[in-house]
């Protein structure tokens, strides 16, 4: 298969959990959808497989019926009210959670083949430096690393960029910082975990938007409201619909 024909797949990570990655990953599948692009959300969080609950989808299935050969991932996959294809995750299975680099793959690969419309895939994999984490972080074109500007998060961040550095993989790993007050709040956030990166692993992270804060998220999550059709002139509709448009290029260039 000529390789231009397939999606560009990009990971969304945390060195830690509770920044918002999971909620980042939903909201940018769906600002996608609304640039009239085919996206298919893994939800490879093997801790905390809730984005179904996020999207208010019934998914009968999930990632770990594939992974064991119970199913096709067309007969675990779910398209959702907002357009865009979920695979459910499997909270706590082992067999998910060894998956190695080929399996990975070939999970990805059978997505792409089973919805060959596809234009990206976006995997929302488990906060942390697991094995199986990293093992989906790989399988991607993109790396999106969320942060928040707080000490465990940068820190936990760092540590899952220094792993990156070490596998020679810095190259399209960008940070992306959430619940900042503005973009330029975002941008000194950026700056700050560059700096650290120049100094201590001698190369740079990149750069592409932030996600401001906004008191809709809280109110939305409690009501399992789409953002964008209840908020629409929001700041996190504007931060995520600005994230969408630079993830695209950045995909369409790789």
Do not use: W
């Amino acid at each position: 298969m000529d390789k231009e024909q397939k999606p560009g797949v990009i990971g969304i990570a945390s060195g830690k959990g509770g920044v918002g990655k999971t909620t980042i990953s939903v909201n940018l599948a769906i600002a996608l959808t609304k640039r009239e692009k085919k996206v298919a959300l893994i939800d490879a969080d093997l801790c905390l497989a809730n984005a179904q609950i996020l999207l208010g989808a019934n998914a009968p299935f999930n990632l770990s019926d594939v992974v064991n050969g119970r199913k096709e991932i067309k007969d675990v996959a779910v398209e959702t009210k907002q357009g865009l294809i979920l695979v459910p995750g499997a909270s706590g299975n082992s067999e998910v959670a060894n998956l190695n680099s080929l399996q990975t793959q070939s999970l990805i690969q059978s997505l792409f083949e089973a919805y060959r419309e596809l234009d990206i895939i976006i995997v929302d994999s488990a906060a942390g430096l697991s094995s199986s984490n990293l093992t989906f972080i790989r399988a991607c074109d993109l790396r999106l690393v969320v942060m928040q500007d707080e000490p465990a998060s940068i820190a936990d961040a760092y540590g899952l960029i220094k792993l990156q550095s070490l596998e020679k993989r810095m190259k399209d790993l960008f940070i992306l910082p959430n619940r900042v007050e503005n973009q330029a709040g975002g941008q000194k956030l950026f700056e700050k975990m560059n700096g650290v990166c120049m100094r201590f692993l001698e190369e740079p992270v990149g750069y592409l938007h932030s996600i401001e804060e906004d008191d809709v998220m809280r109110t939305a999550s409690r009501r399992r409201e789409n953002i964008f059709e209840k908020y629409p002139n929001s700041k996190l509709v504007n931060s995520f619909t600005a994230l969408a448009e630079k993830v695209s290029f950045a995909i369409s260039a790789h």
